[in-house]
Nanobody, 128 residues
Framework: RVHLVESGGGLVQEGESLTLSCTVS????????MAWFRQAPGKEREWISC????????KYAESVKGRATTSRDNYKNTVVLQMSALKSEDTAMYYC?????????????????????WGQGTEVTVSS
């Protein structure tokens, strides 16, 4: 059975850092691009980062560039999002997502439709 389980969310103060993890089971994780999205109340789901199957390339949205680092461990089937200098506008539900197998290409998508499997999310609240 396929599971993507996010963890690490919580309440933090502006300027602090946070690390989110996503553990994947039931998929051939080392072959898959992975992404992080977030969705604030009343807003559309927003792509914030992705990482290719090998971990050799990452991409970031402008809203988090310079403050976010995405990494993965293909032995532990885990992808991690580290964020620093958090702002109140980072408050959202954060989701990890797995792409469909695509031949282990050196790219990852930035659209919701590029990803076929989603976790339940972990909530991040940044207090000012």
């Amino acid at each position: 059975r396929v599971h993507l389980v996010e963890s690490g969310g919580g309440l933090v103060q502006e300027g602090e850092s946070l690390t989110l993890s996503c553990t994947v089971s039931g998929l051939r994780f080392p072959r898959l691009a992975m992404a992080w999205f977030r969705q604030a109340p009343g807003k559309e789901r927003e792509w914030i980062s992705c990482i290719i199957w090998s971990g050799g390339r990452t991409k970031y949205a402008e809203s988090v560039k310079g403050r976010a680092t995405t990494s993965r461990d293909n032995y532990k089937n885990t992808v991690v999002l580290q964020m620093s200098a958090l702002k109140s506008e980072d408050t959202a539900m954060y989701y990890c997502a797995a792409a469909r197998e695509s031949g282990m290409i050196p790219d990852c998508g930035e659209q919701v439709d590029d990803y076929s499997t989603w976790g339940q999310g972990t909530e991040v609240t940044v207090s000012s």
